[in-house]
């Protein structure tokens, strides 16, 4: 049989958190890191630092790639987007 990775969404809290995490990395403040910032994220989570971020370590190898970083990116574009649409 093929093997399947079995990924559950993040819960409100483990995003709001990763969220947060997110932000401490993102020194321009544009809702994206770029590749110093990614690094920097990377680094800290790899090295245990940045446990908020684990939700989004869906291959469970204890690093951030970028596949991983551009779903944190995405999950909260799409909820800065949401929030925006309420106002």
């Known amino acids: 049989f093929p093997s399947t990775t079995l990924f559950r969404s ?6 709001s958190s990763a969220k947060a995490s997110l932000a401490k990395y993102d020194a321009d403040n544009n809702g994206m890191l770029d590749q110093t910032e990614s690094d920097k994220l990377k680094a800290d989570y790899a090295a245990g630092n940045e446990t908020d971020a684990k939700v989004f370590d ?3 190898d204890g690093k951030l790639d970028d ?6 990116e995405k999950d909260g574009a799409a909820k800065k987007k949401k929030k925006n649409k309420s106002e």
């Open 67 to 72: 596949t991983e970083i551009a779903a944190i």
């Open 58 to 60: 869906v291959n469970n």
């Open 10 to 15: 993040p819960t409100a809290e483990q995003t």
